[in-house]
């Protein structure tokens, strides 16, 4: 009777760890940066992370999922999307859309009401 209690708690905590892998792996995360910087495949690099929003400060929101970005923000003092410094078209966001590959293929930009202001399309590169 001990050995099935043991058995069956150690196969429920084994399952619990496997659960929370499975969600912190496949689970899109959030930065918030004081500014931001652009790669040579325009793909923004946060710089100066922001720990905790205090609401006294202007930033940027980077949410990446895998290592890829997917999109970038920014945001006013109470968190209300403002037009990003360096952009064309009054675009306050950007989101990033990648193939199975995962090549950048669409950049679409957002103004403030998140409607759509310019799209950006990328051919992927053949493979060799």
């Not at 940027?60 to 999307?81: E, W």
């Amino acid at each position: 009777m001990e050995k099935k209690i043991i058995k069956s708690l150690i196969i429920f905590f084994s399952l619990f760890i496997l659960l929370i892998f499975i969600t912190t792996c496949f689970s899109a995360s959030e930065s918030y940066f004081v500014d931001v910087s652009y790669d040579a495949k325009k793909l923004p690099i946060g710089i100066e992370e922001i720990k905790d929003l205090d609401g006294n400060k202007r930033y940027y929101k980077i949410r990446t999922y895998r290592g890829k970005v997917l999109t970038l923000s920014s945001h006013d003092y109470d968190g209300t999307l403002r037009v990003i410094d360096f952009e064309e078209r009054n675009a306050a966001k950007i989101e990033y859309q990648y193939d199975a590959d995962g090549n950048l293929v669409k950049i679409i930009k957002y103004n403030t009401d998140l409607k759509p202001v310019k799209t950006e399309v990328y051919k992927p590169k053949k493979k060799k």
